[in-house]
């Protein structure tokens, strides 16, 4: 659109669109406030993400721009996450310290109106979430290069949380020092994991200089903050936080490294249309006994995307099974085929029913 407008008078018709905006989104909110009131009264769960993603996605497809598309996303994020917190104080437990992939995973999700609380450990997590001191939290739950972070999954066996919504978050390594200079690196501090990830760009890029494991990424920067011969590999964020330079970007061995999180709450999400469904259950090792668990799914042409198997902790030689599946618990043929398990296995839990993350 071309116009003869001169700067003043253009600004001046932004100013009075921005007023229409602000006044759209108070009464926007005022409507949120009520849905809270209705949520409060019947008991219900504030965060839907099933919802969110129906928002998301009507809005991306009437949208014609210039407007980009991808922003319609970030700036409806931070309209629901304000919203969200009109409706209840909205405390998030994640795996900390600060600056941590899940802080970032949690910061993608909720939004930056929410509170965000660091806690220690996954099993701490759990319990904010468990003892009503935080609504809902965000753990790590498998990576694309290192595969499934297990002490996640043992957490489910005894807790009965459920997982509310999942978030992808692409992860990216950056190899930050005081200096910025990579001659200046003599050792490099991180976490296990993403030592793992950047494996071969060490070995080819820095074959001679000691790695570290530390407990978190930030941890490992915070030390490097105060040595200026040694590098953490943590995120970008991280630098910004650390007052760290950048010695290289993106270090990780695979490109497309993403991280799965799981939101995890105390009620089942309600059902958007493409889900899905992750569960547990337990076996006695014997010969075939997989082959039958799996039938049930198999016969009613269910989707597996993941099975995973752990020793049960409590009874040696028994297994217990992780099952995502594609579909919804109340979805005809999903419960059915839960049902078909139960009357094989020790024991099934259902661990939750969420929209699927893209
Ligand atoms: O529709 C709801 O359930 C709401 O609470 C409103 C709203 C929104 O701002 O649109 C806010 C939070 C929910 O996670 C989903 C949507």
Same mark, same amino acid.
């Not at 019947?42 to 099933?50: D, M």
């Not at 904010?128 to 609504?135: F, S, Y």
């Given at each position: 659109m071309t116009t003869n407008k001169t700067l003043e008078e253009l600004r001046h018709e932004i100013d009075a669109l921005d007023d229409r905006i602000l006044d759209i989104l108070n009464r926007r909110a005022e409507f949120v406030m009520q849905v809270g009131r209705i949520k409060t009264r019947e008991n219900r769960?504030? =965060?839907v993400p099933s919802r969110e993603r129906e928002i998301y996605e009507r809005l991306a497809a009437l949208n014609k721009g210039p407007f980009p598309t991808e922003a319609i996303r970030s700036v409806f994020r931070e309209i629901i996450s304000a919203s969200l917190a009109l409706e209840a104080p909205m405390k998030v437990a994640f795996? #900390?310290?600060?600056? &941590?992939f899940s802080h970032l995973a949690a910061m993608q999700h909720f939004g930056l109106a929410a509170e965000l609380v660091p806690q220690k450990s996954i099993p701490a997590v759990f319990e904010e979430v468990e003892k009503g001191r935080a609504l809902y939290g965000v753990v790590p739950v498998e990576n !694309? &290069? %290192? #595969?499934? /972070?297990s002490h996640t999954l043992d957490m489910f066996t005894g807790s009965d949380l459920k997982i509310n919504a999942e978030i992808l978050l692409e992860v990216s390594h950056f190899l930050l !020092?005081?200096? *910025?200079? /990579? %001659?200046? @690196?003599k050792k490099i501090y991180s976490h296990p994991q993403p030592l793992a990830q950047c494996r071969r760009w060490l070995a080819e890029n820095l074959p001679n200089v000691p790695l570290v494991d530390v407990a978190s990424t930030t941890l490992a920067a915070q030390i490097v903050s105060e040595d200026y011969s040694a590098a953490a590999i943590a995120s970008e964020y991280a630098a910004s936080l650390y007052d760290l330079k950048v $010695?290289? %970007?993106? /270090?990780?061995?695979? $490109?497309?490294n993403v991280t799965r999180f799981l939101v995890i709450g105390s009620k089942m999400a309600d059902k958007s249309g493409d889900d899905r469904s992750s569960l547990m259950f337990s076996v006695k090792d014997e010969p075939g006994i997989l082959y039958r668990m799996l039938e049930p799914f198999a016969k009613r042409g269910l989707n597996l995307s993941k099975i995973e198997s752990r020793p049960n902790k409590s009874k040696a030689w028994e297994y217990i099974f992780f099952l995502d599946l594609a *579909? =919804? @618990? !109340?979805d005809q043929p999903v419960a059915d085929a839960v049902k078909e398990l139960k009357e094989m296995c020790q024991f099934v839990k259902i661990l939750g029913s969420y929209p699927r993350a893209k």
């Amino acid at each position: 659109m071309t116009t003869n407008k001169t700067l003043e008078e253009l600004r001046h018709e932004i100013d009075a669109l921005d007023d229409r905006i602000l006044d759209i989104l108070n009464r926007r909110a005022e409507f949120v406030m009520q849905v809270g009131r209705i949520k409060t009264r019947e008991n219900r769960e504030f =965060h839907v993400p099933s919802r969110e993603r129906e928002i998301y996605e009507r809005l991306a497809a009437l949208n014609k721009g210039p407007f980009p598309t991808e922003a319609i996303r970030s700036v409806f994020r931070e309209i629901i996450s304000a919203s969200l917190a009109l409706e209840a104080p909205m405390k998030v437990a994640f795996l #900390g310290p600060k600056a &941590t992939f899940s802080h970032l995973a949690a910061m993608q999700h909720f939004g930056l109106a929410a509170e965000l609380v660091p806690q220690k450990s996954i099993p701490a997590v759990f319990e904010e979430v468990e003892k009503g001191r935080a609504l809902y939290g965000v753990v790590p739950v498998e990576n !694309s &290069t %290192e #595969g499934v /972070i297990s002490h996640t999954l043992d957490m489910f066996t005894g807790s009965d949380l459920k997982i509310n919504a999942e978030i992808l978050l692409e992860v990216s390594h950056f190899l930050l !020092s005081r200096t *910025g200079r /990579i %001659e200046d @690196v003599k050792k490099i501090y991180s976490h296990p994991q993403p030592l793992a990830q950047c494996r071969r760009w060490l070995a080819e890029n820095l074959p001679n200089v000691p790695l570290v494991d530390v407990a978190s990424t930030t941890l490992a920067a915070q030390i490097v903050s105060e040595d200026y011969s040694a590098a953490a590999i943590a995120s970008e964020y991280a630098a910004s936080l650390y007052d760290l330079k950048v $010695v290289r %970007e993106r /270090i990780e061995d695979q $490109v497309n490294n993403v991280t799965r999180f799981l939101v995890i709450g105390s009620k089942m999400a309600d059902k958007s249309g493409d889900d899905r469904s992750s569960l547990m259950f337990s076996v006695k090792d014997e010969p075939g006994i997989l082959y039958r668990m799996l039938e049930p799914f198999a016969k009613r042409g269910l989707n597996l995307s993941k099975i995973e198997s752990r020793p049960n902790k409590s009874k040696a030689w028994e297994y217990i099974f992780f099952l995502d599946l594609a *579909g =919804h @618990v !109340s979805d005809q043929p999903v419960a059915d085929a839960v049902k078909e398990l139960k009357e094989m296995c020790q024991f099934v839990k259902i661990l939750g029913s969420y929209p699927r993350a893209k």
